[in-house]
Nanobody, 125 residues
């Protein structure tokens, strides 16, 4: 049974940093492209970042480029999202997602088969 468990969310002030973690189990982690998505209240889920299974290439939404960094540790079956210079508009529930051998359309949530339960990030102004 595949499980993705996010952690690391919380309430911070604007300008602060947080690191989210997503621990995966029940899958061959090194063969999964991992993504982070977020959903703010009243808005649709949006792509944040992705890291590929093959080369660990990274992709980011324009809104987070230069502030967020996605990384993975295949030995620990964990993907991370380092979030710096947080802004109030980053407030959302953050979800990690996984897809086997995904090689394109990383920002398309429909491409991901497995999802975590989400972790709340709240940034106060």
């Amino acid at each position: 049974q595949v499980q993705l468990v996010e952690s690391g969310g919380g309430l911070v002030q604007a300008g602060a940093s947080l690191r989210l973690s997503c621990a995966a189990s029940g899958l061959a982690f090194s063969r999964y492209t991992m993504g982070w998505f977020r959903q703010a209240r009243g808005k649709e889920r949006e792509f944040v970042a992705a890291i590929t299974w093959s080369t660990s290439s990274t992709y980011y939404a324009d809104s987070v480029k230069g502030r967020f960094t996605i990384s993975r540790d295949n030995a620990k079956n964990t993907v991370y999202l380092q979030m710096n210079s947080l802004k109030p508009e980053d407030t959302a529930v953050y979800y990690c997602a996984a897809d086997f051998l995904l090689n394109k359309f990383y920002s398309d949530s429909d491409k991901y088969d497995y999802w975590g339960q989400g972790t709340q990030v709240t940034v106060s102004s």
